[in-house]
């Protein structure tokens, strides 16, 4: 799971996913669960829009939008099916969340060693996400909010090097997980396209397009 990452600054986002000048946006520098993040959907006319939101989806029937329990990273086989995530996994609520770079824990020395995950070709990377506008009935509050999705990553040769092992699991049934990274060429498919259309692009990036080392 992922837990921090460093966004791109807006204007590298406008760029890369050619969505003109927004209004100066405010987020982290570093981005951990709660705080406040990037994250592009569709916007209502068309095209993007570049939205800032907590970092931790809020489902629409949360009586508050302070959560006792982590959302900021959802497993991609339980999203149709999971209270907190399914009504937006339903309703097609899916983002782009630009990543300069992102961070996994590696155990293999015994001790808890941070590697950064940058693209090789120096972009950033586009990561999948679910997103939800949470409303307060009482007061008419909103709060933006996303969540990335994982995958299994048992068998991707870098990413299955990160997080702790499970010593009562075999190594080939850790469950290892990975963020999902969505290529510029699929942008349209993944925020338009049915949940069967999508399903193909749910899988651990390509290793030739990770540079990472350790923190």
Known sequence: MCT????PRQAEIEEMWHIGRHNQQKWTREV???????????APAGGLDLVVGTWGLIPSWSKTPLLTYSTCNCRSEEAADKPTFRDAWRSGQRCIIPAQSFDEPCWE???????RF???DGQPWGLAGLWNTWIDR?????????TMLTVNADDHPIMSRMHKPDPKLAPDQQDKR???AIELGDVERWLLGSAADVDELLVAPDRNAISSQPV
């Open 32 to 42: 951990f669960p709660r705080a406040q993040g990037p994250f592009l959907r569709l």
């Open 138 to 146: 009482a007061t008419g509050e909103v709060v933006e909010s996303y």
């Open 4 to 7: 921090r990452y460093i966004p």
């Open 109 to 115: 020395t015994g001790k808890n060693v941070w590697w």
């Open 178 to 180: 990975s963020v999902v």
């Open 118 to 120: 940058r693209r090789l």
